[in-house]
Nanobody, 120 residues
Framework: QVQLVESGGGLVQAGGSLRLSCAAS????????MGWYRQAPGKQRELVAV???????NYADSVKGRFTISRDNAKNTVYLQMSSLKPEDTAVYYC??????????????WGQGTQVTVSL
């Protein structure tokens, strides 16, 4: 079982920056991929960025060049640096980890979510 605690959300003007953090605890030694998803009102949850244990990254097209994901394995923490924020980035941002449980399967863990609001 992995517990995730997010921080760093808030209200920012368009063009501004925010940094999200997500600290993992519990069964962290088997965590493989860490990532961020977001869900805007009335929309489905979507992938924002993920980073593997080998630090390969993948980003949604809508955030490429503006957002940077990173992880500190010593602290079991994943970060999302968001720059040049746009009103359409407004959403609840969720941290996610995928823990290897063997036989090619993984277990998903989710944080409670942190609100990011970008105003004009």
């Amino acid at each position: 079982q992995v517990q995730l605690v997010e921080s760093g959300g808030g209200l920012v003007q368009a063009g501004g920056s925010l940094r999200l953090s997500c600290a993992a605890s519990g069964n962290t030694f088997s965590i493989n991929t860490m990532g961020w998803y977001r869900q805007a009102p009335g929309k489905q949850r979507e992938l924002v960025a993920v980073i593997t244990s080998g630090e390969d990254t993948n980003y949604a097209d809508s955030v490429k060049g503006r957002f940077t994901i990173s992880r500190d394995n010593a602290k079991n923490t994943v970060y999302l640096q968001m720059s040049s924020l746009k009103p359409e980035d407004t959403a609840v941002y969720y941290c996610n980890t995928k823990t290897d449980v063997g036989l090619g399967f993984h277990l998903d863990s989710w944080g409670q979510g942190t609100q990011v609001t970008v105003s004009l």
